[in-house]
C-alpha cells in the first residue's frame, strides 16, 4: 500500500550508486568483520509506493540515526520513481524478485557484507521474504515485515478515485484473478490467496504457493533459508482494513469464519518453510503496533532498528516493554 505517497524525487539511481561505492563501509568489512560497523539495511517499500519516496527516504534516515553509519538500500524494479511505482502493480513477482537478488549481488557493498539485515513494507515483506528463500546472497540476519501478506489476501484493495495506476490495475483484475495475463503481470494477483478457491490457487498462483511451499513438491532451499534467518519479526497492524485479513501479516489462515494461527496449521506442523525451526530456536517474533496500515511511528521504527538492526557482533538488545508482551 502506499505508505508513503510523496513522489518527490530526492535522489536518483545514480547518485544513490555514486554515494555507495564512495562509502567507507566497504574497506572496513573487508578488514575486519568484528568491528561494530553496522550490517547494510535492504528496504522494499509497499504497493503504490516508490524506493526514491520521501517518507520511505525518512525511515531509512532514522535507521542510520539509530545505528550509524547503516548503509540503507532501497529495492527499486523501476529505475526511477515513477516506473518504479508502476512496477508494484505490474509485472511477474519471479522476475521482480530476480532482479532485486541480482542487484543485491552486484552492489559494491552489500556484496562484501558478512550478512544484511532486512525491512519489508506491506507487499515488500513477503517479497523480502521470497529474497530470502530464493537467493539470500548475501544472506538475511534479520528480517522485519509490518503488514506484509505472508499468506496472501482475500480481496484487493480499494483505489484512491484520482489513483488511476492503482484503479487500471484493478479494474483488470476483477474476474481475472487466476489468468495467465494476472498471474503474469498483475502483482496482487500473484499473492491472492482465497482459501474458497484453494485449488485453483495451489494451480495458478504464480508467487504465493510457491514461496509458502503449498505445492505437494517442496523446495527444500526455502526451508533452509528461512530456518537460518536469526529473526523472523513479524508485526501486524491492529486496525489495518487496507490488507485483507490483517492477520497475514502472521501468517495466520482466515476463512471467513475463523482465524487458525499459524502454530495450528500445516504450513508449521509440517515445517514447509522453516518457520517452526525458527520458532524453536526464539527467532519467530509476533508484533502488533496500533493503527492503520502502514500508520508507523518513529517510537516503534526505532525500538525495532536498535533491537533487530546494527552490527553483526551486537549484544542482544532486549528493547523495554517487548520481552512477552507482543510475541505469542
Ligand atoms: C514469471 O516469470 C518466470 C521467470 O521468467 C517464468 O518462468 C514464469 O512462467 C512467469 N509466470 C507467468 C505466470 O507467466
Ligand atoms: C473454516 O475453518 C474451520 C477450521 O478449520 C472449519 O471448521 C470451517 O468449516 C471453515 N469454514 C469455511 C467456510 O471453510
Ligand atoms: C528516534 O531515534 C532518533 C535517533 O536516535 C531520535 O533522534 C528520535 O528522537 C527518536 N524518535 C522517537 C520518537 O523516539
Not at 568489512?29 to 539495511?41: A, H, Y
Not at 526511477?80 to 559494491?108: L, M, R, Y
Not at 525491512?119 to 534479520?142: A, D, H, I, K, T
Not at 484473478?177 to 496482487?188: E, G, I, K
Amino acid at each position: 500500500m502506499a505508505i508513503f505517497s510523496h513522489l518527490k524525487l530526492l535522489l536518483t539511481a545514480g547518485s544513490l550508486l555514486t554515494a555507495a561505492v564512495a562509502n567507507p563501509l566497504k574497506k572496513r568489512f573487508d578488514d575486519d568483520d568484528d568491528d561494530d560497523t553496522p550490517l547494510p539495511l535492504v528496504i522494499w517499500h509497499g504497493l503504490g509506493d516508490n524506493f526514491a519516496a520521501e517518507g520511505l527516504r525518512s525511515v531509512g534516515a532514522l535507521a542510520e540515526a539509530v545505528n550509524p553509519g547503516t548503509l540503507v538500500y532501497y529495492v527499486h524494479i523501476g529505475n526511477d520513481a515513477n516506473s518504479d511505482q508502476s512496477a508494484t502493480f505490474f509485472g511477474n513477482v519471479t522476475e521482480q524478485i530476480e532482479k532485486a537478488c541480482a542487484d543485491i549481488a552486484a552492489h559494491p557493498i552489500l556484496s562484501t557484507a558478512p550478512a544484511i539485515d532486512a525491512l519489508g513494507f506491506s507487499q515488500g515483506g513477503q517479497f523480502l521474504r521470497g529474497y530470502v528463500e530464493r537467493c539470500n546472497n548475501p544472506p538475511v540476519r534479520n528480517l522485519v515485515t509490518f503488514g506484509a501478506q505472508h499468506n496472501g489476501i482475500v480481496q484487493f484493495r480499494a483505489c484512491k478515485a484520482t489513483d488511476f495506476l492503482c484503479r487500471g490495475a484493478m479494474a483488470l483484475l476483477r474476474g481475472n484473478t487466476w489468468s495467465n495475463l494476472a498471474q503474469s503481470r498483475l502483482v496482487p494477483a500473484q499473492y491472492f490467496r482465497d482459501p474458497a478457491q484453494y485449488e485453483q490457487y495451489l494451480e495458478n498462483s504464480n508467487f504465493l504457493a510457491d514461496i509458502n511451499n503449498e505445492r505437494s513438491l517442496k523446495n527444500p532451499l526455502y526451508k533452509k533459508n528461512i530456518a537460518q534467518l536469526e529473526n523472523l519479526v513479524l508485526y501486524m497492524f491492529e486496525d489495518d482494513t487496507v490488507a485483507i485479513p490483517k492477520e497475514s501479516a502472521w501468517f495466520e489462515e482466515v476463512n471467513g469464519t475463523e482465524i487458525t494461527p499459524l502454530r495450528a496449521r500445516k504450513l508449521y506442523s509440517e515445517d514447509w518453510i522453516g518457520l517452526r525451526e525458527l520458532d524453536r530456536k526464539g527467532g519467530l517474533k509476533f508484533r502488533t503496533t496500533p493503527g492503520e496500515h502502514m500508520q508507523l511511528t518513529d517510537k516503534v521504527l526505532n525500538e525495532t532498528f536498535a533491537e533487530f538492526f546494527g552490527p553483526l557482533k551486537k549484544r542482544s538488545v532486549v528493547a523495554p516493554g517487548v520481552l512477552g508482551g507482543g510475541d505469542l
